[in-house]
């Protein structure tokens, strides 16, 4: 069973940056895709950014160009660097682990990212 444990979230101003980070405890070499999701309060839980184990990515549009995506195989670790912050992107930041054949293998417990105005 995989578990996925998070960190690096918190307070910052807009504009600012935060950097998350998901350790696997398990190898992610079963692991096709990780990446980070997030849901504010009363909305849905939506994809922030993707990356797969060749280190493709793909973002939400309205991240791009602000946050960066990045996989560390050998460490089974994925981060989310997160730059010019905006009071938008306040949320409940979740890691995601999906396997090759498409489904998600394991949801980290999330880590709050609130950006004050």
């Known amino acids: 069973q995989v578990h996925l444990v998070e960190s690096g979230g918190g307070l910052v101003q807009a504009g600012g940056s935060l950097k998350l980070s998901c350790a696997a405890s398990?190898?992610?070499?079963?692991?096709?895709?990780m990446g980070w999701y997030r849901q504010a309060p009363g909305k849905q839980r939506d994809y922030v950014a993707l990356i797969d184990n060749e280190g493709t990515t793909n973002d939400a549009g309205s991240v791009k160009g602000r946050f960066t995506i990045s996989r560390d195989n050998a460490k089974d670790t994925v981060h989310l660097q997160m730059n010019s912050l905006e009071p938008e992107d306040t949320a409940v930041y979740y890691c995601?682990?999906?396997?090759?054949?498409?489904?998600?293998?394991?949801w980290g417990q999330g880590t709050q990212v609130t950006v004050s105005s």
């Open positions: 398990v190898s992610s070499a079963n692991i096709r895709l």
């Open positions: 995601n682990a999906q396997s090759y054949y498409g489904t998600t293998i394991a």
